[in-house]
């Protein structure tokens, strides 16, 4: 259990590795990319194929398939670490570990064995997973009685899927895809709905429109579109009509790692706000001298640390879970995390006055990208409603 509260010496060798590749792939970018009017323009294959190299883009493959074994504790703090220094570039790398850790977990053998060697020499193997529907957003985390309207119909030997998802991290940019499609359209999302494994060059499938987002531009989010797309047997994920155990599977790192990308961003807010409260002098004095500002910068210090010791210390009991887990465990810690940001990144603002709001300092973009967990992942409001069914939940 103490290993939640260190970071021992593969970890930190780890961190190394990656914060020289934030000042050495992510920084020179980032702002550029970021400011680039085309949405599917803000996103780099170079950074991707450098983290390929690194060994970052498969950390969390077993090393039987070519990855690094990592555990979900060291995956949240890589994930924060590259967040420092580009939200979207640390969401682009954590949909991608969180997939590979469930399709480890819920491909059968002969599945993995198609699939995870050749995305781990691929080195543009990136992984999407497809719930959110136009007509489908928080119903699926509250276990609303409604079906996914993307809906497949039984054909021989497989499945025939029509229908589109929206709003999808890494859409058009993912190798491999996980898709939630409705089997039984007498049944809800949660009884009636299947795992697809969905190839990038699958006839039938086709990536929509690219949205374009507030922050997180590095990353990209776009619409899957399925039209009489025939999805074989062997690409059902476990069971039929069961696609809530995938889920259910998946929420723990997902969350965690959610949490860990905004956290990354009130780091780098933070470093803003200590960094411009030394430099600058106003009533006569630097302003990390007055006492308001001073509790300010102590009070993003808490929020900080407290989120991170949350997201630690979920990601931890995710791969021990007989010792502490509990299901808020996965939904709580990003809500937290994306709050304190929130937080911070109005009080950072605040510290740099007007020069905050101008886009020079770099201090507005990460405005932009502390919003974007508000509401991915699931929107906090919708979160706590699905705590609380956890709680109260006979
Ligand atoms: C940057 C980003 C990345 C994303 N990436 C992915 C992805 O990779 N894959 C994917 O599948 N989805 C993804 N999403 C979609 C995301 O999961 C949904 O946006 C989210 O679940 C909310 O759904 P919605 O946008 O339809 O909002 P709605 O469900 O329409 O919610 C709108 C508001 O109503 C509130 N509300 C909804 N239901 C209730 C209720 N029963 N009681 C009280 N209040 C309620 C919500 O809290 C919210 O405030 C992403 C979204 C964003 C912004």
């Given at each position: 259990?103490?290993?939640i509260?260190t970071?021992?010496?593969?970890?930190r060798?780890?961190?190394?590795?990656?914060?020289?590749f934030?000042?050495?792939?992510?920084?020179?970018?980032a702002?550029?990319?970021?400011?680039?009017?085309?949405?599917?323009q803000?996103?780099?294959?170079e950074?991707?194929?450098?983290?390929?190299?690194?060994?970052?883009?498969?950390?969390?493959?077993?090393?039987?398939?070519?990855?690094?074994?990592?555990?979900?504790?060291?995956?949240?703090?890589?994930?924060?670490e590259?967040a420092?220094?580009?939200?979207?570039?640390?969401?682009?790398?954590?949909?991608t570990?969180?997939?590979a850790?469930?399709?480890?977990?819920?491909?059968?053998?002969?599945?993995?064995?198609?699939v995870?060697?050749g995305?781990?020499?691929?080195?543009?193997?990136?992984?999407?997973?497809?719930?959110?529907?136009?007509?489908?957003?928080?119903?699926?985390?509250?276990?609303?009685?409604?079906?996914?309207?993307?809906?497949?119909?039984?054909?021989?030997?497989?499945?025939?899927?029509?229908?589109?998802?929206?709003f999808?991290?890494?859409?058009?940019?993912?190798?491999h895809?996980?898709?939630?499609?409705?089997?039984d359209?007498?049944?809800?999302?949660?009884?009636?709905?299947?795992?697809?494994?969905v190839?990038?060059?699958?006839p039938?499938?086709?990536?929509?429109?690219?949205?374009?987002?507030?922050?997180?531009?590095?990353?990209?989010n776009?619409?899957?579109?399925?039209?009489?797309?025939?999805i074989p047997?062997q690409?059902?994920?476990?069971?039929?009509d069961?696609?809530?155990?995938?889920?259910?599977?998946?929420?723990?790192q997902?969350?965690?790692?959610?949490?860990?990308?905004?956290?990354?961003?009130?780091?780098?807010?933070?470093?803003?706000?200590?960094?411009?409260?030394?430099?600058?002098?106003?009533?006569?004095?630097?302003?990390?001298?007055?006492?308001?500002?001073?509790?300010?910068?102590?009070?993003?210090r808490?929020l900080?640390?407290a989120?991170r010791?949350?997201?630690?210390?979920?990601?931890?009991l995710?791969d021990?879970?007989?010792?502490?887990?509990?299901?808020?465990?996965?939904?709580?810690?990003?809500a937290?995390?994306?709050?304190?940001?929130?937080q911070?990144?109005?009080?950072c603002?605040?510290?740099?006055?007007?020069?905050?709001?101008?886009?020079?300092?770099?201090?507005e973009?990460?405005?932009?990208?502390?919003?974007?967990?508000?509401?991915?992942?699931?929107?906090?409001?919708?979160?706590?409603l699905?705590?609380?069914?956890?709680?109260?939940?006979?």
């Amino acid at each position: 259990m103490e290993q939640i509260f260190t970071v021992n010496e593969d970890q930190r060798a780890i961190l190394k590795t990656v914060a020289r590749f934030n000042e050495d792939e992510v920084k020179p970018r980032a702002a550029a990319l970021d400011a680039n009017p085309d949405p599917a323009q803000c996103f780099s294959w170079e950074i991707v194929e450098r983290a390929h190299q690194l060994g970052l883009r498969t950390m969390t493959l077993a090393e039987k398939w070519g990855g690094l074994g990592a555990d979900s504790l060291t995956t949240a703090m890589v994930v924060e670490e590259l967040a420092t220094a580009d939200m979207g570039v640390s969401v682009v790398l954590a949909q991608t570990f969180k997939i590979a850790q469930v399709m480890q977990k819920a491909f059968n053998q002969e599945q993995q064995a198609r699939v995870l060697p050749g995305f781990a020499r691929d080195p543009r193997g990136l992984l999407a997973i497809g719930m959110s529907e136009p007509g489908n957003g928080s119903d699926k985390h509250l276990n609303i009685p409604v079906p996914f309207r993307t809906a497949a119909d039984r054909t021989r030997g497989g499945w025939i899927v029509n229908g589109a998802k929206h709003f999808i991290s890494n859409g058009n940019r993912a190798s491999h895809y996980l898709v939630m499609v409705q089997t039984d359209r007498t049944r809800t999302m949660a009884n009636g709905s299947s795992c697809f494994l969905v190839e990038r060059d699958r006839p039938g499938f086709t990536i929509g429109r690219v949205h374009d987002k507030m922050g997180e531009r590095l990353a990209n989010n776009a619409e899957l579109v399925f039209q009489d797309c025939f999805i074989p047997d062997q690409n059902v994920v476990g069971e039929v009509d069961r696609a809530s155990n995938i889920f259910a599977q998946f929420s723990p790192q997902s969350n965690a790692y959610a949490g860990a990308s905004v956290l990354g961003v009130a780091v780098a807010l933070q470093r803003k706000a200590i960094e411009r409260a030394h430099l600058r002098v106003q009533g006569g004095k630097r302003l990390a001298e007055h006492d308001g500002i001073r509790a300010q910068l102590a009070e993003m210090r808490m929020l900080i640390d407290a989120s991170r010791a949350y997201i630690h210390r979920a990601a931890w009991l995710a791969d021990h879970p007989d010792v502490g887990w509990d299901k808020t465990l996965a939904i709580l810690p990003k809500a937290m995390a994306s709050q304190a940001a929130w937080q911070i990144a109005a009080w950072c603002l605040e510290i740099h006055g007007g020069h905050g709001y101008m886009k020079e300092l770099g201090v507005e973009k990460l405005v932009r990208d502390a919003a974007a967990f508000l509401h991915s992942d699931g929107v906090n409001r919708t979160l706590f409603l699905k705590a609380a069914n956890a709680m109260f939940a006979n």
